[in-house]
């Protein structure tokens, strides 16, 4: 898909997440012109003008249609925070800040280094 990508959650909320994660088990929600159906990691990228909707906005629908992790990147902040789905609800699995790694449950191998992620090429 080219950015941006329509998530349709249900006929009235639709997203269009900065990135996003489906897992093999769920690649038949991926279908021609959008995704049908929450995937499995959403990452929003915070700035000032987008903030107030990707924290309230869209992780309210975020949650309600069982999106299982959630990450809000802030490159001004310099820090991830992540939210995990546990019984229908986000729960903070931890901020991570320069220096420091990030672990995800959805990739238990996978380390992601978060001045690697903050750094813009």
Do not use: N
């Not at 309210?60 to 299982?68: A, D, F, I, P, S």
């Not at 229908?88 to 990030?102: I, Y």
Request: glycine share 8%; charged share 30%; proline share 6%.
């Amino acid at each position: 898909f080219i950015a941006p990508c329509d998530v349709v959650l249900s006929e009235e909320d639709v997203v269009q997440p900065d990135i996003l994660f489906i897992s093999s088990e769920r690649a038949h929600i991926i279908g021609d012109r959008y995704i049908s159906g929450p995937p499995d990691l959403v990452i929003e990228v915070l700035s000032p003008g987008t903030e107030k909707i990707d924290r309230v906005l869209k992780c309210g629908l975020y949650e309600r249609y069982g999106v299982k992790e959630l990450w809000f990147v802030s490159p001004e902040r310099g820090e991830i925070q992540v939210l995990k789905m546990i019984e229908g609800k986000f729960v903070e699995h931890g901020r991570f800040s320069r220096g420091e790694t990030l672990t995800s449950s959805l990739f238990p191998d996978l380390r992601f280094d978060i001045d690697e992620v903050l750094t813009v090429r």
